[in-house]
């Protein structure tokens, strides 16, 4: 059974980083596309990083520049480095990951908490 585990997250002060990772763990044969979602509280989840199996990355522009996501295919581990981070980085964040196993299925994770302070 395959399993995503989202660490890293908690309280920081407006201006601050945070370094988020999510390993998968299960019989994986591959994964594809990974990438962070967030909701904030009240909202809708948003996708804001994504990252192929080869390295190519897209962001959302509202963290564009202040987030940089990255992969180690060896370890099955997604990161997200958040510097500058501003209050209305207050969200869940979610990892997500096209994993091959018998076939291809999206999973999700359970989500970790980041609260940025003012």
């Known amino acids: 059974q395959v399993q995503l585990v989202e660490s890293g997250g908690g309280l920081v002060q407006a201006g601050g980083s945070l370094r988020l990772s999510c390993a998968a763990s299960g019989s994986i044969f591959s994964i594809d596309t990974m990438a962070w979602y967030r909701q904030a509280p009240g909202k809708q989840r948003e996708l804001i990083a994504s990252?192929?199996?080869?390295?190519?990355?897209n962001y959302a522009d509202s963290v564009k520049g202040r987030f940089t996501v990255s992969r180690d295919n060896a370890k099955n581990t997604l990161y997200l480095q958040m510097n500058s981070l501003k209050p209305e980085d207050t969200a869940v964040y979610y990892c997500?990951?096209?994993?091959?196993?018998?076939?291809?299925?999206?999973?999700w994770g359970k989500g970790t908490l980041v609260t940025v302070s003012s």
């Open positions: 997500n990951a096209l994993i091959f196993t018998i076939r291809a299925m999206n999973y």
């Open positions: 990252i192929a199996q080869g390295g190519g990355t």
